[in-house]
């Protein structure tokens, strides 16, 4: 389904990704996790093909991304930011990612499920930035594509929203399809992912289930265990290039 | 390509900038065509305000659309739909509603002055021609300056720096070399260096148009004297269609390169 090789990425000088490999090849939810600024988006950006990665290879359904659009006919994609031009109203804009795309939506039972039928002719300037997510989630769900991909779905959105969307997310993996999902909201991780993939500074750290990660970083629940990790990473940093540094650590671990 | 083009066409025909161009050109027009009652002179006084304001507008515009666009490209991109694509058709959706509120403005009082029956009819078309080419150059100008700075206040200021350079500096510059090197034969390098800005091509195809050799100027002169008055128009109109070509180039050609 999806295949990541070598897959690097700079901005300027700053290294994003520094040679991810990932293979997806079986349907479900996958989380893809990680501190601020450890390449989460880009790895995202890079499968819709917005980033154009420094080196490796991009492989879905078999076929190469780089220099390629069609293959996006098998992709939804739920952005961070909802903007959309905003003199169209949203019964337009709907039509128009329809248009565009040139195959059957059925947008109707979505806009019943995040009650959007007294907005669809307002004009997107005049809607709250929840609205507008919930706008953003029929787009990216009124396509049966085999693959998925949500980048911080949650935000902006109202617990009752939150947990329709919870629920959609559930019975899209049980239609067979693949989600890749991020989030800063732990709750949502352990609810929904089938598998975590955890970046540490443009790596891979950890790749497995939830159960795994716990038993691995000794943690009582996911929040705990990631914020194990990220002490540990950065302890075994301060370690490798502050020798003075670490020292005050083993003083700290020793006395506290 | 057709359908970004649609519907950025449809949503900038509803945005209220749109309709402040085209009632400046508006009323401009019935106010000058008032005062001068001439419509050869109207034109003239106009062919003044469309090669200064239509570059300016045309940069402007290009750069705010674009960075207000910025989130909506991103979803366009994640759709099957070609990059260079979404591109041309926004930028086309971008000039083609300026043109026409351009060409609306300045077309509606000048039909009901009967300019249909008049010999300035050729005239009046070429000032359209002219606003139009002005403004699809500099379009493409600042989607190639958008696309290339990620940072809006250096893209905005680029912009501007831009336009005050081919509309006032660079007259400036020229004037100067002239004086600097009155002692050489300057034809050849006036011709050349009048090519190389959009604005004072447009300005001496209009003149060479309306025939008025006093108004001329000295790369005027030079383009008359050298290419005769058809030829002269020949040339700057295939130099004023290379300046839209090569910007829409470069930024269709460093859109397959950016990053979202």
């Known amino acids: ?28 939810i996958f989380a893809i996790l990680g501190p601020n600024g450890s390449g989460k ?35 939804n994609y739920l952005p961070q930011i909802a903007r959309f031009p905003e003199n169209l109203k949203v019964r337009e804009l709907i039509d128009m990612v329809k248009d565009l795309r040139n195959s059957p939506a059925h947008e109707q039972e979505l806009i019943e499920l995040f009650e959007l039928n007294t907005s669809l002719d ?25 693959i998925l ?72 629940n996911l929040e705990h265990s990631i914020a194990k990790i990220l002490e ?7 370690q490798i290039t502050d020798p003075v540094n670490s020292r005050q650590l083993n003083f700290q671990q020793r006395y506290a | 390509m057709l359908k970004i083009f649609k519907y950025s066409f449809f949503d900038l025909i509803r945005s209220r900038w749109i309709y402040a161009y085209f009632s400046f050109y508006l009323i401009t027009a019935i106010s000058l065509l008032y005062i001068s009652n001439d419509l050869n002179r109207a034109i003239l006084s106009l062919m003044n305000i469309v090669i200064i304001l239509s570059p300016l507008i045309g940069t402007m515009f290009g750069v705010m659309y674009y960075y207000n666009s910025r989130e909506f490209v991103e979803l366009l991109l994640a759709q099957p739909v070609k990059r ?60 190639l300056i958008s696309l290339l700075n990620e940072n809006k206040i250096k893209g905005f200021g680029l912009a501007i720096i831009i336009w005050l350079f081919f509309a006032v ?13 009155e002692d050489y034969p300057l034809d050849s390098f006036a011709l050349i260096a009048s090519i190389f800005n959009p604005i004072d091509l447009s300005r001496i195809f209009m003149m060479l148009q ?11 002169a030079v383009f008359n004297k050298f290419l005769g008055t058809n030829m002269g128009i020949v040339v700057a109109l295939i130099s004023s269609l290379l300046w839209v070509f090569i910007p829409v180039k470069g930024f269709l050609h460093y859109s397959l390169k950016k990053d979202f």
């Open chain 2, 210 to 220: 309306l025939d008025i050799s006093a108004l001329l100027g000295y790369t005027g």
């Open chain 2, 169 to 181: 500096i660079y007259d400036g510059l020229f004037l100067l070399s002239l004086v600097i090197f």
């Open chain 1, 41 to 75: 988006t880009t790895i995202i950006k890079s499968i819709l093909g917005l980033v154009v990665p420094d080196e490796g290879d991009i492989v879905l359904q078999q076929k190469n991304i780089a220099r390629n659009w069609k293959y996006r006919e098998y992709v």
């Open chain 1, 1 to 28: 389904m999806i295949n990541i090789k070598n897959l690097k990425k700079s901005f300027g000088k700053n290294e994003v990704l520094k040679g991810i490999d990932l293979d997806i090849n079986n349907n479900g």
């Open chain 1, 149 to 220: 991909i949500l980048d911080e779905p949650t935000v902006g959105l109202d617990p009752v929203a939150m947990i329709r969307l919870k629920k959609l997310i559930l019975k899209e993996r049980k239609k067979g399809k693949t989600i890749l999902l991020t989030t800063h909201i732990m709750s949502v991780v352990e609810e929904l992912a089938d598998e975590i993939v955890f970046l540490l500074e443009g790596k891979i750290h950890f790749r497995g289930s939830l159960e795994e990660l716990n038993q691995r970083a000794q943690g009582k």
């Open chain 1, 232 to 238: 540990n990473g950065m302890e075994q940093e301060a």
């Open chain 1, 122 to 146: 307002k004009s997107l300037k005049n809607l709250s930035g929840g609205t507008r997510q919930k706008v953003n989630v029929v787009l990216s769900f009124m396509f049966d594509n085999p």
């Open chain 2, 84 to 143: 260079t694509a979404i591109f041309l058709g926004q930028y086309l959706g971008l000039t083609v509603s300026f043109s026409l509120s351009f060409g609306l403005g300045l077309g509606l009082p000048f039909l009901f002055n009967g300019i249909l029956g008049s010999e300035e009819i050729g005239n009046f078309l070429i000032l359209l021609l002219n606003g139009t080419l002005l403004t699809f150059i500099f379009t493409a100008i600042a989607f």
